[in-house]
């Protein structure tokens, strides 16, 4: 053989080897490829081990998005890739369709997967806010709906955009990309651990500082450090409010007093007006006896009258007090709402009772005869007590008692 046919030989051989190198490369292999080009929308990959050209689309680059190619690749990187399509019929020098996006999103999927085999959670951080619910990036996108984000009502859902969340994996089902996650139990048991703490250092009559949580018609939701408790709206104020928002907002920091606590149904009442001065606090030296006071007719009854002279305080101005003239009863010369000059006959912080007089600041017509109980002060009267405040001998009159 001469030298010329022994080359030929040679370089069929080495052509032969060179052919059986190159790896086949179908649909759904992975590959390494290294950046050779970076264009407009794509980068051109080589693929290790094939001696043919692959294409990796600008979104199948990263699951994050990317605005510039150059901002996330070089000439020369070389990463793992999955075929998802070819490109032409030429197999020695066709290209090919490849992703890096899908091979690491296979890769999260079967994290996942093993994650909810053993009950784990993952988190997952927000991403946009949709009819019913959330979409969340868990490195793959999953869906958190509305009735599976807290055990109870979310009016904004937008809030949680951008947040981390930890969360369960109710359904998964990755060749249709599907990924439905929850975060009510999670929530239920921190706010359970929360409860069980705040049970433990709190005692009724213990004054805390909270924040508004919620407002509602009935009262104000205050959060103690992740467990809310109930200010009734009669426990708001002294002064009477229509609703809670008329003095509180939302966000808004109080101190409450703990009224009681409820562990076994997680209850919590709470006050704000016993963190306050009280309206009685120093009555004696803001209505002293004989002073004259401005008021508000709150009730009538067949005895009297029920003044309030400030804010949560009211005085009994007794039916003999209304009138040099004798009157059948209160209806007729006052009405509820009306308002009134009142002279303070006497005071008793401890039962909290104020007597009063209309007629004291008028002048006697002349002719006029006065009741038989003329100066008598309500709070000298001695019968049993009611809901009022006052005996019923503040009602009635000692007259009756000396009759």
Not at 64 to 91: H, M, R, S, Y
Not at 142 to 154: E, H, N, Q, T
Not at 302 to 312: I, L
Not at 398 to 403: H, P, Q, R, S
Request: aromatic share 4%.
């Amino acid at each position: 053989m001469n030298d010329a046919n022994l080359n030929d030989t040679q370089s069929s051989e080495t052509m032969a080897a060179a052919l059986d190198s190159v790896h086949e490369v179908k649909i759904g292999d992975v590959v390494k490829g290294e950046v050779l080009v970076i264009e407009d929308r794509q980068v051109i990959v080589g693929i290790e081990g094939t001696g043919v050209e692959g294409v990796v689309p600008q979104k199948e680059l990263s699951s994050q998005p990317i605005e510039t190619l150059t901002d996330a690749v070089k000439v020369g990187d070389q990463f793992d890739l999955v075929v998802i399509a070819t490109i032409g019929n030429d197999k020695e020098n066709g290209s090919y369709l490849l992703s890096k996006r899908r091979l690491e999103a296979r890769k999260v999927w079967a994290e996942i997967e093993q994650k909810f085999e053993n009950k784990e959670t993952i988190k997952a951080t927000v991403l946009n806010v949709v009819k019913g619910g959330l979409v969340v990036d868990a490195g793959v996108r999953g869906f958190l709906p509305a009735s599976m984000l807290s055990d109870r009502f979310v009016r904004d859902l937008n809030s949680f955009k951008g947040q981390e969340l930890e969360l369960q994996i109710i359904e998964i089902e990755p060749s249709e990309n599907r990924l439905i996650l929850s975060r009510k139990a999670l929530v239920e048991q921190e706010r359970q651990a929360q409860l069980k703490a705040v049970f433990e250092k709190l005692l009724p009559g213990d004054i805390v500082e909270g924040e508004v949580a919620r407002l509602t018609n009935f009262g104000a939701f205050v959060d103690l450090g992740g467990v809310d408790g109930l200010v009734h709206v009669s426990e708001i104020s002294y002064d009477h409010i229509n609703q809670p928002s008329d003095v509180l907002e939302v966000g808004q920091n109080v101190k409450v007093k703990i009224l009681s606590l409820d562990q076994e149904k997680g209850r919590i009442s709470l006050s704000i007006k016993d963190t306050q001065p009280g309206p009685w606090d120093d009555i004696a030296e803001k209505a002293p006896v004989g002073s004259t006071l401005e008021g508000t007719v709150k009730r009538l009854t067949t005895f009297g009258a029920f003044v309030e002279v400030f804010p949560g305080v009211e005085g009994l101005v007794h039916i003999s007090q209304i009138s040099h003239q004798h009157i059948a009863t209160p209806n007729d010369v006052l009405e509820e709402g009306q308002t009134v000059q009142v002279k303070v006959l006497s005071v008793d912080p401890e039962q909290q009772r104020l007597g009063l007089s209309i007629k004291a600041l008028q002048e006697k017509p002349a002719g006029a005869k006065d009741s038989e109980q003329e100066d008598v002060a309500p709070s000298d009267y001695e019968m049993p007590e009611e809901e009022t405040g006052f005996s019923i001998g503040d009602m009635l009159g000692k007259a009756l008692d000396e009759k």
